[in-house]
């Protein structure tokens, strides 16, 4: 396969995942006034469509690109989408449920109807939150915290190197060892 196609491939997957979590961004700013919603959103879709000019940059690159530009825009992007990955997964938790009560609610129309009350399709928590408003909240802060850990990680961790000499007394070391050194590398 080409690569053109993998980079189209690709970016059609990360547009579809910034779509899915799109929609729970809607559910939590939906209430918000116009202008504060076309910031966030314009702010959002800005970010995205800056990625996935990095995905094609980091793809497609000349080779006068350094590799530090690319290694860090990677980094950025695998941050970003993995966040997204983890914060989806509520969002599929709420589409789930909702395609579980729509299919009861069809097998319950199909028997004929129900002598219980009806309940709100929505399933209303407490205080006028939807469980669709709740989960989409809890998706954002769950994309929240990775990115924020990896964030952290990359940016401090990256250059907070410690150099720690120990000397080592080992008794039945034979005495052809006496004086090397050793150096270990960890996270």
């Known amino acids: 396969?080409?690569?053109l196609i993998v980079v189209l491939l690709?970016?059609?997957?990360l547009l579809a995942l910034d779509f899915y979590f799109f929609q729970a961004l809607k559910t939590v700013f939906g209430d918000r006034p116009p202008s504060t919603q076309r910031l966030i959103y314009g702010v959002y879709w800005g970010l995205n469509l800056l990625l996935l000019a990095g995905v094609w940059a980091y793809n497609l690159a000349p080779q006068w690109v350094s590799l530090a530009m690319r290694r860090v825009g990677g980094l950025l992007l695998f941050a970003v989408y993995f966040s997204k990955l983890f914060a989806?997964?509520?969002?599929v938790l709420?589409?789930?449920l909702r395609l579980v009560q729509w299919v009861w609610q069809g097998v319950a129309d199909w028997w004929g109807p129900s002598?219980?009350?009806e309940v709100a399709a929505e399933?209303?928590?407490s205080e006028g939150i939807t469980r669709s408003e709740f989960l989409a909240k809890t998706s954002l802060v769950a994309a929240t915290l990775p990115l924020a850990a990896m964030t952290w990680g990359i940016g401090k961790g990256a250059h907070d190197y410690?150099?720690?000499r120990l000397t080592l007394q080992l008794p039945n070391l034979p005495k052809a060892f006496?004086?090397?050194k050793l150096a270990q590398l960890s996270d």
Request: cysteine-free; proline content about 8%.
């Open 1 to 3: 396969m080409s690569k």
């Open 10 to 13: 690709i970016s059609g997957i």
């Open 88 to 91: 989806s997964l509520f969002i």
């Open 94 to 96: 709420d589409d789930l």
């Open 115 to 117: 002598p219980a009350p």
């Open 123 to 125: 399933g209303v928590l």
């Open 162 to 164: 410690r150099v720690r």
């Open 178 to 180: 006496d004086g090397i």
